[in-house]
């Protein structure tokens, strides 16, 4: 089955500065790869997404990059805020993606 | 928030008690989950519920009983749970298409087992 190994566990940045989480996965059939965002007393929301079909994805100061040959995807964060810190999880699967495999999350501390 | 909802928000039980944890979704999905979230490990899979047939069973211990009447209610029913079962557990759904799409996840309903 499919393994997703997630980098750093956690990362601590000053603010305005940019973070980077890095992910890779085994299963070569893998083709999306979302990323959520879990703060404080709720569950993971969805931040950003990539297929397979996509080497890179942005939305505003969240950008997902793809590498199939490497198997690898990474969250960058650009100009971080205070309400950037938040436990980060990736995630890949296949096809209708109801099977998810997640990482095991990064903590991030945006520090003033 | 997130237009799926869980509860109880928090639950303390015993070894032998039962319990039921509720799941209900507001978004027309056609699939739901049940996640188990601990501290340093992965969110792992549970359960998955497809137009209210169960297709993913992750060798989960019987202790543990899911149940989806509707394709908008989920429980996870509880009994003789052990101490190692406390975590956060989490529901979600999603609208299963051919491109995979996203999992909307509820808050989660912290247990503790005594």
């Known amino acids: 089955g499919e393994n997703v190994e997630q980098h750093p566990s956690t990362l601590s940045v000053q603010e305005g500065d940019s973070a980077v989480i890095k992910c890779t996965y085994s299963?070569?059939?893998?083709?999306?790869f979302p990323w959520y965002k879990q703060e404080l007393g709720k569950g993971p929301q969805l931040i950003i997404d990539i297929r397979s079909n996509v080497g890179e994805k942005k939305d505003q100061r969240i950008a997902v990059t793809l590498n199939k040959t490497a198997k690898h995807f990474s969250l960058h964060i650009t100009e971080t805020q205070p309400e950037d810190s938040a436990v980060y999880f990736c995630a890949g699967g296949t096809g209708t993606a109801s099977k998810l495999t997640f990482g095991t999350g990064t903590r991030l501390q945006v520090t003033l | 928030e997130t237009g799926v909802t869980q509860t109880p928000r928090h639950l303390v039980m015993g070894m032998t008690n039962k319990k039921s944890l509720k799941c209900e979704q507001h978004?027309?999905?056609?699939?739901m989950y049940w996640y188990k979230q601990s501290a340093k490990k992965p969110l792992e899979l549970m359960f998955v519920?497809?137009?209210?047939?169960?297709?993913e069973n992750n060798s989960v211990p019987s202790r543990f009983s899911p149940e989806c009447p509707n394709s908008s209610h989920l429980f996870l029913h509880l009994h003789t749970l052990q101490p190692e079962d406390s975590a956060l557990y989490l529901c979600?759904?999603?609208?299963?298409?051919?491109?995979?799409?996203?999992?909307?996840f509820g808050p989660g309903t912290r247990l503790t087992v005594l």
């Open positions: 978004l027309g999905h056609n699939a």
């Open positions: 519920y497809n137009f209210k047939e169960q297709t």
């Open positions: 299963d070569s059939a893998s083709n999306y």
């Open positions: 979600a759904s999603s609208q299963l298409t051919s491109g995979g799409t996203e999992q909307f």
